[in-house]
């Protein structure tokens, strides 16, 4: 894991940028054109875990891209789950 600067040098230090990064990324994930709020991202010591439910693939890629861009450098778990919004493409077997 590399770092930048001295966000590693003091006390209390790491775990106040993480948790300053964090609330940064959760207003662009707010704000930006996904408009996500149903995905929580918490600190777990110097890892990141994001969890939470995203309606498409390409929806949970951009996510994970922003993470990645405000959170470089710093261990990220994902456990983003896709709904599927598709019809079925087969029939229901109702036993």
Not at 3 to 19: I, K
């Amino acid at each position: 894991m590399s770092t930048h600067g001295s966000q590693h040098t003091g006390g209390g230090e790491p775990a106040q940028n993480l948790d300053y990064r964090i609330a940064h990324l959760q207003d662009r994930l707010a704000s930006g054109e996904l408009g996500e709020l149903g995905v929580r991202v918490e600190a777990r010591g110097q890892t990141v875990l994001l969890t939470g439910t995203v309606p498409s693939a390409p929806c949970r890629e951009e996510i994970l891209r922003t993470v990645h861009e405000e959170l470089a450098g710093v261990p990220v778990h994902s456990d983003l789950v896709v709904t599927e919004t598709s019809s079925p493409d087969h029939a229901e077997e109702l036993a």
